[in-house]
């Protein structure tokens, strides 16, 4: 996949739209800008995040660039697809 794609890509509503950088822990409260930290947002997004109407949750990095995982009026989110349990996660056993 294309790095300069997933970077043009919401990593909430997956638009295309004019997009911002948001820090996940904001500048104030010591969060750094590395990549790890910083999600591409389109101002929609963006703006709903700021306003805390978006929460965000977990940051995932998938084959199609990254994704958050955000609950919105009590609604889980990755991505854009709602969910209503939590994701299946494997147990790896270590020998």
């Not at 300069?4 to 739209?17: A, G, L, V, Y």
């Not at 978006?54 to 609950?71: A, H």
């Amino acid at each position: 996949m294309n790095k300069k794609w997933k970077r043009s890509r919401c990593e909430i509503c997956r638009t295309t739209s004019s997009c911002d950088k948001h820090h996940i822990i904001s500048r104030a409260d010591k969060g750094s800008n590395q990549s790890y930290n910083v999600a591409t947002l389109c101002c929609n997004c963006h703006r709903e995040v700021t306003s805390g109407e978006i929460e965000i949750v977990k940051r995932y990095l998938t084959s199609d660039g990254f994704m958050l995982e955000t609950v919105r009026d009590n609604q889980r989110y990755i991505g854009n697809k709602a969910f209503n349990h939590q994701p299946e996660v494997q147990q790896l056993t270590l020998f």
